[in-house]
Antibody
Framework: EVQLVESGGGLVKPGGSLRLSCAAS????????MNWLRQVPGKGLEWVSSISSSSSYIYYADSVKGRFTVSRDNAKNSLFLQMNTLRVEDTALYYC????????????WGQGTLVTVSS | DIQMTQSPSSVSASVGDRVTITCRASQGIYSWLAWYQQKPGKAPKLLIYAASSLQSGVPSRFSGSGSGTDFTLTISSLQPEDFATYYC?????????FGLGTKLEIK
């Protein structure tokens, strides 16, 4: 069974940093492109970042470029999001999601980890 | 960036009704479109990918159509468990963008 479990969320002050993790199981993690997406509670979905299977291709939303860094450890079946210089507007539930190999659509999502940026 | 315009933003319907949600891309995206269903407190669930392909395990009352810039999600006969919020997303290019969502409510 495919499972994605996010962790690392919490309360942080503006300007602070946080590192999110996503533990993957139930599939060959090293073969899949992975994504981070976020959702302000009660609002819509926003794509944040994508990283290809071997980390060769990385993309960011303009809203986080230069502040967030995505990475992965294929040996540990883990995806990460290092978030620096956090802003109040980064407050959201952060999801990791897997892209299906054949279709390239995000077919499995974790349950999310909540990041709150507040003074 | 490709803008995704989804309509309506909300719709009220009854069990058994047929409902159609539309999504328009600001430029052509071929069939690089997905539809997601999200229920309160849950992660989004993939319903339709590549504009018209039904994700495994999704009931056949859900269908998608369209290509280029105009797409639709149709629920042929609403069931109680279908009341949720639906999002379209384009994956033709980065940044991947979503529509603002359609909240499907019980009439």
């Amino acid at each position: 069974e495919v499972q994605l479990v996010e962790s690392g969320g919490g309360l942080v002050k503006p300007g602070g940093s946080l590192r999110l993790s996503c533990a993957a199981s139930g599939f060959t993690f090293s073969r899949y492109t992975m994504n981070w997406l976020r959702q302000v509670p009660g609002k819509g979905l926003e794509w944040v970042s994508s990283i290809s299977s071997s980390s060769s291709y990385i993309y960011y939303a303009d809203s986080v470029k230069g502040r967030f860094t995505v990475s992965r450890d294929n040996a540990k079946n883990s995806l990460f999001l290092q978030m620096n210089t956090l802003r109040v507007e980064d407050t959201a539930l952060y999801y990791c999601a897997r892209d299906d190999i054949l279709t390239a659509f995000s077919d499995y999502w974790g349950q999310g980890t909540l990041v709150t940026v507040s003074s | 960036d490709i803008q995704m315009t989804q309509s309506p933003s909300s719709v009220s319907a009854s069990v058994g009704d047929r409902v159609t949600i539309t999504c328009r891309a600001s430029q052509g995206i071929y069939s690089w479109l997905a539809w997601y269903q999200q229920k309160p407190g849950k992660a989004p669930k993939l319903l339709i990918y590549a504009a018209s392909s039904l994700q495994s395990g999704v009931p056949s009352r859900f269908s998608g159509s369209g290509s280029g810039t105009d797409f639709t999600l149709t629920i042929s006969s609403l069931q109680p468990e279908d009341f949720a919020t639906y999002y379209c997303q384009q994956t033709k290019s980065f940044p991947r963008t979503f529509g603002l969502g359609t909240k499907l409510e019980i009439k």
